[in-house]
């Protein structure tokens, strides 16, 4: 049996923010555009209190909590942060797979010696936090799946182990909307169908909920009882293509076309943000409900990786393709993505940080990170 352990860090953009600026201690803040469309990246647990969170329009959180402080993302910050976290991690363990700019997967089956997890991991979550100044939430079990749920049980700075033995009182009486892999649209699903809970999914075998779920009913009822995979990839963590598309309900026209590009680019955007990546080109890609599909392509001269530039390019590929019919599908892709280069991190960024590092014991300066 192996032991995986899922790394994720806490309200990561709001910390971020907090070590920039230490009066924000203790106070509701949310990562966004202060515009009136824009939703939040994330709160801080203070701002979550009110019931502010992730991907919530600033104006419903504004409502929520009249004294959110709105703080407009510095991408660069957060990979600068993210880079130091996982470098370190990456010393000390060399089977480690970076899920997303804030989270890791790690075998450490060679490293914690057997019914010593609890200790082991706590150590490893304040040496982390003595550091890099972040703080994170661990999960660990046999499995990629035990352990990310694990990481979400207890924030912050939570630290949970899942085994056969704790599943029925820790895993089981969770909502079913809360397994990861269930999506938003699946959870009403089941839930109608009589699958409340994990635990629910854990011991069924109605034949309405094997449709529901299809190809996927083992894997999900596998994972529900504790089971999953075990390999963790350790190869870079770089995807090379990112895309978004979505369906209408009802055949749309122009307006409507407009309206899910734009969408469409920002969710592209945040998968770039995701990844620290700029995009050389961007896709559209348009069915009419006969499924007829044309695509069509442009590439820029400068990487860019905001909102607007983005569907600024997209606009016009979309107007060279849209030609007064109905539409089915619309979609966004970029493929040539390309790393935000180092030189681009903020020097006063790294000032600041150059007297505060703290690095396997050592005092060393931010910038040498960075060049690492
Ligand atoms: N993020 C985003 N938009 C979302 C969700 C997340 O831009 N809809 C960004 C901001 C988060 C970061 O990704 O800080 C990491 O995402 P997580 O889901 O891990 O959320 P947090 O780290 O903010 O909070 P938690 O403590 O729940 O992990
Ligand atoms: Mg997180």
Known sequence: MKTIVHIDLNAFFAQCELLSDPTLKGKPIAIAYDSKRSVLSTASYEARAFGVNSAMPVSTAKRLCKNLVIIPPHFELYSYH????????KKRYP????????ECYIDMSDDIPMGKEQEYLFDLQMTLYRVTKLKCSIGCGANRFLAKMGSDMKKPLGLTILNQGNIPTLLWPLAISKMYGIGKKTAPKLMEAGVLTIGDLAHCEDPKVKKILG??????KGHAQGFGSDFIDNSAFDPKSMSSERTFQEDAFFEEGVEMIKKCCEEVCQELHKYHKKALSVGVKLRTPDFVTKSRRTSFSEPIDDVASLFAYAMKVFEQLYKDQPIRLIG???ERVIDIEENKEDDHLIEQWNSQLEYGGKIIKASDIVKK
């Not at 190809?215 to 999900?220: C, D, G, P, S, T």
């Open 82 to 89: 993210s880079k130091h976290f996982f470098s370190y991690l």
């Open 95 to 102: 089977i480690l797979e970076q899920a997303s700019i804030d």
């Open 215 to 220: 190809n996927n009913f083992e894997y999900f």
């Open 332 to 334: 966004v892709s970029i």
